[in-house]
């Protein structure tokens, strides 16, 4: 089944505690971002990429390191976490970056809480 | 820069009814995409229509269709029939070029619809 798998669905976690989220898809996909989704702000990039070692930031990229060395994976870092990153974040990602015709696939989503 | 406007934060309508969400956008670009997706309570993203800048129809799938009125730059979504399971929230997003040969997904911050029996 083509899907994109991020796990953990739920973390609570306190302030400075490193952590990692991680996305998979299985669907041999080019592009792949983060989002994160606040109440009343909708959805925002966080980061994306373009392909294996190539990623770029989004809208709201600080307190985030993401990664791409493989075309599959594309993890997303919170080296110090803090109360105000606490929120529900999405991986998604699609065939080909340059088209503007492709349809994002998203993950199930993760609810992230910092104490 | 792209932005996309969502005004009705919410909305309600009588099942069996249609509805309208609207949606407007902002880009310099000629070259641009355009979607809906359904986000339920169960907090999922499913992707429900697109719509190209280039297309000359307005896009349907099923019950969904898109109003697409590229002059006055909007893409508002029209549900045909409304059932329980379409209470959800609705997002608008474009797709647009964003520079170093990639396109970036913008969204609209949302409207919440609730289907009344």
């Known amino acids: 089944e083509a899907q994109v798998t991020q796990n953990p669905r739920y973390l609570i976690t306190v302030t400075g505690k490193k952590l990692t989220v991680t996305c998979s898809q299985n669907m041999n996909h080019e592009y792949m971002s983060w989002y994160r989704q606040d109440p009343g702000l909708g959805l925002r990039q966080i980061y994306y990429?373009?392909?294996?070692?190539?990623?770029d930031k989004g809208d709201v990229p600080e307190g985030y390191k993401v990664s791409r060395k493989e075309k599959r994976n594309f993890p997303l870092i919170l080296e110090s976490p803090s109360p105000n990153q606490t929120s529900l974040y999405f991986c998604?990602?699609?065939?080909?970056?340059?088209?503007?015709?492709?349809?994002?696939?998203f993950g199930d989503g993760t609810r992230l809480s910092i104490l | 820069a792209q932005k996309i406007t969502q005004t009705q934060p919410g909305m309600f309508v009588q099942e069996k009814e249609a509805v309208t969400l609207d949606c407007t956008y902002d880009?310099?670009?000629?070259?641009?995409?355009l979607f809906w997706y359904k986000q339920p309570s169960s907090g999922e993203m499913i992707f429900l229509i697109y719509?190209?800048?280039?297309?000359?129809q307005n896009a349907t799938e099923g019950r969904y269709s898109l109003n697409f009125q590229k002059a006055r730059k909007s893409a508002n979504l029209v549900i045909s029939a409304s059932q329980l399971g379409d209470s959800a929230m609705y997002f608008c997003?474009?797709?647009?070029?964003?520079?170093?040969?990639?396109?970036?997904?913008?969204f609209g911050k949302g409207t919440k619809l609730s289907v009344i029996p």
């Open positions: 997003a474009m797709r647009g070029y964003s520079g170093a040969g990639s396109y970036q997904l913008t």
């Open positions: 998604a990602s699609s065939l080909r970056y340059r088209v503007s015709n492709q349809p994002q696939h």
């Open positions: 990429s373009m392909n294996v070692e190539v990623t």
């Open positions: 880009t310099s670009d000629q070259s641009y995409g």
């Open positions: 719509q190209g800048s280039y297309d000359e």
